[in-house]
């Protein structure tokens, strides 16, 4: 069993004259085999979250702690963070000239596990992600994301959330900019993801959608930074409904 736990966390990154604070004491806590869906209007702080989590260099923690199983993820540094069981999948993935697919999951593979995956069994566990995830084997031998479409490029983040197994997996916008079929294949990732490792799921996102797929254990609305409200599967159902106004409102007060 997993735990991530954030506590009092305020981030604040460099603007123009100064700086600003985005996140302004998050309070959360991530255990194994449970989904947390983080919603909230734009500029509210999910993305924010994310990448503090992974380590971004743009931004700054002040206050507060990380942990994951009582270890400082804070003070780790990125690839000892996804040593230690953190995913991120990007929002905005980058191209990477020059490094294939394959190259590319078996090197991470290898880093995260201290020893290179036997061939035979690797090759064979790609493909069926692959196929799983309705991706073209030819893909693997592309370079990574370069050329890719937005679904593709969010099916390929999807594939190594399932081959690299982590412990805590944190899915940024994972949903944006794809139709109907993609984001039930992604979803369907996701989900064997969550059968087969028992990963604790921090899923961001605008929209309930994806929640219709991916089944959220808890549920919490983001707004100026906190987090406003917290429930189950039932709280997503009244967003889609009433949406964020009347937390925007409180916000301002």
């Given at each position: 069993?997993?735990?991530l ?5 305020h981030?604040?990154v ?5 700086t ?16 947390h869906?983080i ?8 993305s ?7 380590g ?5 923690v ?25 995913f ?25 596990d ?7 069994t ?5 493909k069926g ?22 679904g593709?490029?969010k099916?390929?983040?999807i594939?190594?959330m ?10 940024d ?36 959608r ?21 429930g189950?599967?039932e ?9 964020y106004?009347r937390?925007v ?5």
């Amino acid at each position: 069993m997993a735990t991530l736990e954030i506590r009092d966390l305020h981030v604040s990154v460099d603007v123009e004259g100064g700086t600003k604070e985005i996140l302004k004491g998050v309070n959360l806590t991530v255990r194994s085999g449970e989904t947390h869906a983080i919603m909230g209007p734009n500029g509210s702080g999910k993305s924010t979250l994310a990448y503090s989590i992974a380590g971004h260099p743009k931004y700054t923690v002040t206050s507060g702690t990380v942990t994951l199983d009582g270890e400082d993820v804070l003070a780790m540094a990125i690839d000892e963070r996804a040593r230690a069981g953190l995913f991120l999948a990007m929002q905005y993935p980058v191209e990477v000239p020059g490094v294939t697919v394959s190259n590319f999951l078996r090197t991470a593979k290898t880093a995260i596990d201290g020893e290179a995956p036997k061939l035979r069994t690797w090759v064979k566990d790609v493909k069926g992600a692959m196929e799983h995830l309705r991706m073209d084997p030819a893909f693997a031998e592309r370079n990574v994301n370069e050329g890719f479409s937005g679904g593709e490029k969010k099916r390929h983040e999807i594939l190594q959330m399932e081959l690299l197994q982590p412990q805590i997996a944190v899915l940024d916008e994972t949903d944006s900019g794809l139709d109907v079929d993609a984001l039930r294949i992604v979803s369907e990732g996701v989900n064997r993801a969550k059968e087969s490792t028992d990963v604790g799921v921090l899923l961001i996102t605008h929209y309930t959608r994806i929640l219709q797929y991916i089944k959220p254990d808890f549920v919490h609305v983001f707004v100026d930074g906190r987090v406003a409200e917290e429930g189950g599967p039932e709280l997503a159902d009244r967003l889609e409904a009433e949406g964020y106004d009347r937390y925007v409102t409180a916000a301002k007060a």
